[in-house]
């Protein structure tokens, strides 16, 4: 319920229409707000982002906004299974624990649209300067001019808007990790996610709904990939040694897959706000997707600004209030992610015997033990 003193917004400016952004646009326009979105990008790629898994947090805060018809348009999750490239079991997380709400896997591009509702977005537009004023000024790379009561930068992870807010920042580039991303037809409906791990290697797989599969190859460590010329032959010859349905999304690949690919971020900003303007999103926490956490933060981050909106009467105080309650539960999952990616490092065998050993016994159980807290404790 809303805060008898509650800020009215009469207009915002959002920087990024991906998935940070357009939540914010389409539940701020819904409560009145005139929303404007504008990105980088020349058009909206359908193939962009493949798939992604949203966990029960991040389904939460969806919901708690009001983002109905979520189910039509996902599959639903029951749970998550680790095992090694041969098919070996490691582990179960079961996703129906008692008071987890629903996991959910989606086409990018579908539950970008399904967020982003009825807003427009002007393609092929970005910010060129900020200035703070009792209302923040901007100047847009066609030259207009425009002031609004709250800018958000939601642009990702190389973020304009972070950069011109604060300089330089604390962008970590994993790069001894890289990777792709794609769906895949296996000619089979595969039951739940898998997560494939070999050394130095890692294929997660994800049923998206009409019976496709997200793939997810990495991280993989750069020693282990094997290049070969082509994207779609390096993939092969790295994954040749991965069975089962891990084998057949490999195989599937040819010229006509859209290979997107990955890189593997830590941003550590120190702060993300500056007067009336916030960074959400890849824009303020950019992290390692190996807890699946990067949806779900982006949509506990809409969530909560919008709490705190309601419950100040001063939108610069309402925003500090925002990063106040925010941080830690950011700087926990960032801590969770950074130290689950050092399992895909490249050992020896016989520390891969050990590690594998390890992971039966505690991959599944502290993963589950991660994702619990996030169902359990408020974003």
């Known amino acids: 319920m809303a805060h008898p003193s509650h800020i009215e917004l009469d207009d915002a400016l959002i920087v990024g229409a991906g998935l940070a952004g357009s939540l914010l646009a389409g539940v701020l326009r819904g409560r009145g707000t005139r929303v404007d979105v504008i990105d980088n990008a020349q058009t909206f790629d359908e193939r962009a982002g493949a798939g992604i898994l949203i966990t029960g947090n991040g389904t939460r805060a969806l919901t708690t906004l009001g983002i109905r018809e979520l189910d039509t348009a996902a599959a639903r999750i029951t749970q998550v299974e680790i095992c090694d490239q041969d098919e070996g079991h490691l582990g179960t997380v079961d996703c129906t624990r008692p008071g987890w709400p629903p996991f959910l896997s989606f086409r990018h591009s579908l539950l970008r649209r399904l967020l982003l509702q009825d807003c427009q977005v002007r393609h092929g537009l970005t910010v060129d300067s900020i200035n703070h004023e009792r209302r923040t000024s901007v100047t847009f790379s066609d030259g207009s001019t425009q ?103 490999i195989a599937s690949i040819d010229t006509t897959t859209n290979l997107i690919p990955s890189k593997f971020w830590n ?113």
Request: with cysteine; charged share 20%; net charge negative.
């Open 147 to 249: 002031s609004y009561d709250l800018v958000v930068g939601a642009d990702g992870v190389h973020s304009r808007v972070r950069r011109l807010l604060f300089g330089q920042d604390l962008l970590n580039d994993l790069d001894q990790y890289s990777g792709y991303r794609f769906v895949a037809d296996l000619g089979f409906c595969l039951p739940h996610p898998t997560t494939y791990i070999g050394n130095g290697l890692t294929l997660l797989l994800v049923p998206l709904p009409n019976g496709e599969t997200y793939c997810g190859a990495g991280p993989i460590v750069s020693d282990c990939l094997k290049e070969r010329g082509s994207a779609v032959t390096t993939l092969k010859e790295t994954f040749r040694h991965f069975s089962g349905a891990a084998a057949r999304a």
């Open 267 to 379: 941003l550590q900003q120190p702060t993300w706000v500056k007067g009336c303007c916030l960074l959400i999103g890849d824009a303020a926490h950019a992290m390692p997707p190996t807890i699946s956490q990067g949806g779900s933060m982006a949509f506990e981050d809409v969530l909560v600004l919008l709490t705190c909106i309601e419950q100040n009467d001063d939108i610069s105080r309402a925003l500090l209030d925002y990063e106040s309650r925010r941080r830690p539960r950011v700087e926990f999952v960032q801590h969770h992610s950074l130290q689950r990616i050092g399992a895909n490092d490249y050992v020896s065998p016989r520390a891969e015997t050990a590690r594998r050993f390890a992971m039966t016994s505690f991959a599944a159980d502290a993963l589950g033990d991660i994702w619990d807290k996030l169902a359990n404790e408020s974003p």
